[in-house]
């Protein structure tokens, strides 16, 4: 049986509301950044959601570790997260957020270069035509 959660959280980031959708499913982890103008009221964010959730771009997904049901002691799990620490790794939502951009930056880079080398065709063909008449006399 397939089991999705969905988890939405709302909050201000200068000078915008920010809405993450973050969908759970078979253990991995998909996010969706929606941005609102002015603070948007719980119904309003409910009724976006079943207006545009087929329109919204998730990130590609990223897998989540299960905690084990072991306690450890407070002070050795904390020397063992500093040690781990490394920086620029946030949480899994913000993990997710960033491959999306990286996937929408490749995307749009490789966008770039098709257009570029087309114009850059049309422009040699032209000068080409421009030889040619120009050999003619023309």
Request: charged share 35%; proline share 5%; aromatic share 6%.
């Amino acid at each position: 049986m397939n089991k999705v959660t969905l988890k939405t959280t709302v909050f201000f980031e200068d000078p915008f509301w920010i809405g993450l959708l973050e969908r759970e499913e078979n253990g991995q982890l998909s996010v969706s950044k929606i941005t609102f103008g002015p603070e948007p009221k719980d119904y309003e964010v409910l009724s976006f959601l079943l207006r545009h959730h087929q329109d919204l771009r998730f990130s590609p997904p990223v897998t989540i570790l299960e905690t084990a049901g072991k306690k450890l002691n407070p002070k050795r799990m904390q020397r063992s997260l500093r040690r781990q620490k490394e920086p620029g790794v946030g949480t899994k939502s913000q993990q997710a957020l960033a491959a999306q951009r990286e996937a929408v930056k490749t995307e749009r880079k490789v966008h770039r270069k098709e257009m570029r080398e087309e114009r850059e065709h049309m422009q040699f063909l032209k000068k080409q035509q421009k030889k040619k008449q120009k050999h003619k006399g023309r």
